[in-house]
C-alpha cells in the first residue's frame, strides 16, 4: 500500500530498520512524498528541511550497512514544532515577525535527537508564539485536522498533531503550557505526552510561560512517546528548570499490567459540561480499565475548579514579560486573539501573580494529597470533538462554552502542578472527530502512566485507526 511506512509506528520501523528490510533513505523519502502531496491541504509545516534529510539519511543508512546502529530511533523521521533552535535553520515561534531569526546553536532536544540518530525533516506549524488552543495562525495559515479539514488541528502544536495523525512524521515535538501537547494530540487521535515538569530539558526552546512550560512528544502509540522519552529525558545544567533526577527505561514496565492500579476519577470533571459522546466513551475507558485489573475509585479534587482561574493569571503574566515589548513596537503584526492576551497581562499586578503564586501552592499540595490515595487520574482530555474552524464557541450539550474555556478545561491542572499527563484515543464522536482520554500520575512517575496507558492501548484499537481521507 502506498505510504505504508508512513503510518508504521516508530517502533515498528525500528525493526525493519535494524533488520535492513528498508533503510533510512526509503523512510524518509516517502515521508517527504507524503508532506508534499497533502501540504496543500493541512499546512502542517513552516519549513521542510528535504536537503539536509535526505543528506542525515543517506549517512544513517551508510552506518546501519556498516554494523552501528543506535538504538530504536536510528533513521526514524522526527519533526519539531517551530520553536525548537536548530543551527542554521530559522525559528519563526509561528510568526512572520521571527522568521529572520536563525539560531547559531541547537536546542538540547535536537541534540539528543541527533545522537539518537533520528532525522529531521522539518519544523512545524503553530499558533503564534504558542499562544493558543486552537490552531490558527495568520501569518503562516491555520493547521488543518486531517479527520476534517474544516475543523481545527487544536494548538498550539496543531502543525505537530495534524502532521503525526496524517502521516507526515513519526515522531513530533511539541510544548505545552496550557495543554499545547495534549490538546491537539486528542483532537487529531494520537498520543500525546507531558512529561514532568523539569524532567526533558527547555533549553533552546522560545518560551511562553516559563514557570509552566513542557516540552514533550507527539506520537501513534504509547510505547513510541516511551522510546521518545528514553531519548530526550534527562538533566540538562543549562535549563534552570531542569531538576537532576535519574532516569529510568520507560519502556521496562510498560506489558506489566494494571492489576491492583488505583484509577481516580474526580467528581469534579463531571462538574464541567461534557458533551454526552465524550461522557460515554470515558464511562467505556473506565469500564475497560477495570476489566484490565484496575480500581477505579471516585475522587474528590475541590481546588480543580479554580485551575483555569489560577492559571490564567500565570500564563498570561508570564507571557506578557516575555513578549511585551515586541508587541508594543509591532502590535499591528500580531494576530488579534494574541495581541489581546499579551496586552492583557500587561494590566495584571505583581501582588495578583503572587496571589496566583500562592492559590497554586495550594493547588500542588491538595493535589498531592489526593494522590497519596490514587496511583493516576483518568477522565476525558477535551469535552467535545475538534471545533469547526472559524468557530467561537462549543455546543456540549448542557451548554455553549467559549472555545478557549472548552479546550483547556482539563489540560491546565497538569501545567500548573507540574505533574506528568497523557492523552491517547478512546472513542470517536458521532461525526468520526477523536474523543481523547486524559491519564495523569504522580511527578517522575511517567512510568505508571504509561503503564496504565499501553494496558488500555492494547486492549482496544482506537490507536489503529487512520483519518479516511488521507489512509
Given amino acids: 500500500m502506498e505510504f505504508e511506512l508512513c503510518f508504521k509506528t516508530a517502533d515498528e520501523l525500528s525493526h525493519l530498520i535494524s533488520s535492513k528490510q528498508v533503510s533510512p533513505v526509503q523512510v524518509v523519502e516517502e515521508h517527504l512524498r507524503r508532506i508534499e502531496l497533502l501540504e496543500p491541504k493541512l499546512n502542517s509545516y513552516i519549513s521542510i528541511m528535504r536537503d539536509s534529510a535526505l543528506k542525515q539519511a543517506k549517512e544513517h543508512e551508510s552506518e546501519i550497512l556498516g554494523g552501528t546502529y543506535r538504538g530504536p530511533l536510528h533513521g ?110 486528542a483532537l487529531c487521535g494520537i498520543v500525546g505526552l507531558k512529561p514532568t515538569f523539569g524532567r526533558v530539558s527547555k533549553y533552546g526552546v522560545s518560551p511562553l510561560g516559563w514557570s509552566l512550560d513542557h516540552v514533550g512528544p507527539m506520537v501513534r502509540t504509547v510505547k513510541d512517546s516511551a522510546l521518545v522519552l528514553n531519548a530526550i529525558a534527562g538533566y540538562d545544567q543549562m535549563d534552570s528548570c531542569s531538576v ?109 501573580y503572587l496571589k496566583a503564586q500562592r492559590a497554586r501552592r495550594l493547588f500542588v499540595d491538595q493535589t498531592r494529597e489526593l494522590m497519596d490515595k490514587v496511583d493516576v487520574l483518568v477522565g476525558p482530555m477535551v469535552p467535545s470533538g475538534a471545533p469547526k474552524i472559524g468557530q467561537t464557541e462549543v455546543d456540549l450539550g448542557s451548554k455553549h462554552q467559549g472555545i478557549i474555556p472548552t479546550l483547556t478545561q482539563y489540560t491546565r491542572a497538569f501545567n500548573i502542578n507540574g505533574f506528568p499527563a497523557m492523552t491517547l484515543p478512546c472513542g470517536f464522536t458521532d461525526s468520526n472527530m477523536p474523543i481523547g482520554l486524559q491519564i495523569a500520575g504522580r511527578p517522575w512517575e511517567e512510568e505508571t502512566v504509561l503503564k496504565v496507558g499501553h494496558a488500555f492501548e492494547k486492549a482496544t484499537d482506537w490507536h489503529t485507526k487512520r483519518p479516511p481521507a488521507f489512509s
Avoid at 481545527?152 to 515535538?173: D, F, H, R
Wanted: glycine letters at 12%.
Fill in 244 to 352: 537532576n533526577r535519574p532516569v529510568p527505561d520507560f519502556t521496562a514496565g510498560l506489558s506489566d499490567g494494571i492489576e491492583g492500579i488505583r484509577v481516580g476519577v474526580p467528581k469534579e470533571y463531571f462538574d464541567f459540561p461534557v458533551h454526552p459522546q465524550v461522557k460515554s466513551s470515558v464511562d467505556v475507558a473506565l469500564v475497560q480499565l477495570e476489566k484490565l485489573g484496575a480500581k477505579i475509585i471516585d475522587v474528590d479534587w475541590p481546588i480543580f475548579s479554580y485551575a483555569f482561574a489560577i492559571s490564567t493569571v500565570l500564563l498570561i503574566t508570564e507571557a506578557s514579560a516575555g513578549l511585551s515589548k515586541l508587541v508594543m513596537e509591532k502590535g499591528p503584526e500580531f494576530q488579534p486573539g494574541t495581541r489581546l492576551r499579551v496586552e492583557g497581562g500587561m494590566f495584571y499586578t505583581a501582588n495578583d
Fill in 76 to 185: 526514524v523521521p522526527v519533526a519539531l514544532k517551530d520553536i525548537f533552535y536548530v543551527t542554521g535553520v530559522p525559528n519563526t515561534y509561528g510568526s512572520k515577525i521571527n522568521q529572520d531569526f536563525v539560531p547559531h546553536f541547537n536546542s538540547t532536544v535536537v541534540n539528543k535527537f541527533a545522537d539518537a540518530g533520528a532525522i529531521l525533516i522539518g519544523k512545524l506549524n503553530l499558533h503564534q508564539f504558542a499562544f493558543g488552543p486552537t490552531g490558527e495562525n495568520h501569518h503562516y495559515g491555520d493547521m488543518h485536522n486531517p479527520w476534517d479539514i474544516d475543523s481545527y488541528a487544536g494548538g498550539s502544536s496543531g502543525g505537530s498533531g495534524s502532521a503525526v495523525a496524517a502521516g507526515q512524521a513519526t515522531i513530533a515535538m511539541g510544548s505545552d503550557t496550557g495543554g499545547s501537547i495534549r490538546i491537539p494530540s
